[in-house]
C-alpha cells in the first residue's frame, strides 16, 4: 500500500528566508507525487507534481520540489518565503495502478512571520 | 475554464433531514471525486466516479448516496446524517483515474448536522 509521511505539523519562518516542507513516502513501484496548498475555509489547490524525468519540479508561486528517489523524499521548497504563503500543505502520492487514486499526508502548517 | 464549483457553500441540516450537495466542472474532466476533511485534517476520499460510472466507494455509510447525472455534474445525497458527519465536504475532478493526473478542487460545502 502506498503511504506519505509529513514529519512536521507545523513549520515557521520568517518572512524572505527560504522554506522547506518534508514529505517521505512509500510505494511498491513508481511514485507521482503531488503537493497542494489549502488555505483556510477553501479547498486544495494543486502546485506541483513529480510524474517522471528532472528531479527538479518548479510549480506555482515559485515553489519547487525535489524527487529524491534513495531517500523516497519529495520536499517542498521556496528561496524566499512570503507571508502570504502562510496555509496547510500536503503531500500526496498515487500510482499507475492503484486502486486509491491520490493518498495524503496528514498536512504540515506553514507560518511565514513578518 | 478551470473551475471546479460547488454548492451550498455552507449547510446546516437536523438528522432527519435530506438534502443534496451539487458540484460542476467545464474542464472536459472525465474522473470526479467526493472528500470529507475534518478541521486541520487531510481530505479523506469517499467517491470516485470515472465516466460517469462509480468507481470508488470507500466504505462510505449509505446516509451519503452519490449519484453522476452526466459528465459535468456530481451530486451528493444527504439522508438521516450524523453530528460527526459535520465537516468540509470537497469536490474535485481529473482528466482520468489513471493516477498522473492532478486533481482540480472546489471550495467546498461546510456541512453542519445538528
Known amino acids: 500500500a502506498q503511504s506519505v509521511a509529513q514529519p512536521e505539523d507545523q513549520v515557521n519562518v520568517a518572512e524572505g528566508n527560504p522554506l522547506t516542507v518534508k514529505c517521505t513516502y512509500s510505494?511498491?513501484?513508481?511514485?507521482?507525487l503531488f503537493w497542494y496548498v489549502q488555505y483556510p475555509n477553501r479547498g486544495l489547490q494543486f502546485l506541483l507534481k513529480y510524474i517522471t524525468g528532472d528531479n527538479l519540479v518548479k510549480g506555482s508561486y515559485g515553489f519547487e520540489a525535489e524527487f529524491n528517489k534513495s531517500q523516497t523524499s519529495f520536499h517542498l521548497k521556496k528561496p524566499s518565503a512570503l507571508v502570504s504563503d502562510s496555509a496547510l500543505y500536503f503531500c500526496a502520492v498515487s500510482q499507475l495502478s492503484g486502486n486509491t487514486p491520490l493518498v495524503f499526508g496528514k498536512g504540515t502548517r506553514l507560518s511565514v512571520i513578518a | 475554464d478551470t473551475e471546479v464549483t460547488q454548492t451550498p457553500k455552507h449547510l446546516v441540516m437536523g438528522m432527519t433531514n435530506k438534502k443534496s450537495l451539487k458540484c460542476e466542472q467545464h474542464?472536459?474532466?472525465?474522473?470526479m471525486y467526493w472528500y470529507k476533511q475534518k478541521a486541520k485534517k487531510p481530505p479523506e476520499l469517499m467517491f470516485v466516479y470515472s465516466y460517469e460510472k462509480l468507481s470508488i466507494n470507500e466504505s462510505v455509510p449509505s446516509r451519503f448516496s452519490p449519484e453522476c447525472p452526466n459528465s459535468s455534474l456530481l451530486n451528493l445525497h444527504l439522508h438521516a446524517l450524523q453530528p460527526e458527519d459535520s465537516a468540509l465536504y470537497l469536490c474535485a475532478s481529473s482528466q482520468g483515474t489513471s493516477g498522473i493526473s492532478e486533481q482540480f478542487f472546489g471550495p467546498g460545502t461546510r456541512l453542519t448536522v445538528l
Open positions: 474542464m472536459g474532466h472525465r474522473a
Open positions: 510505494v511498491s513501484g513508481n511514485p507521482y
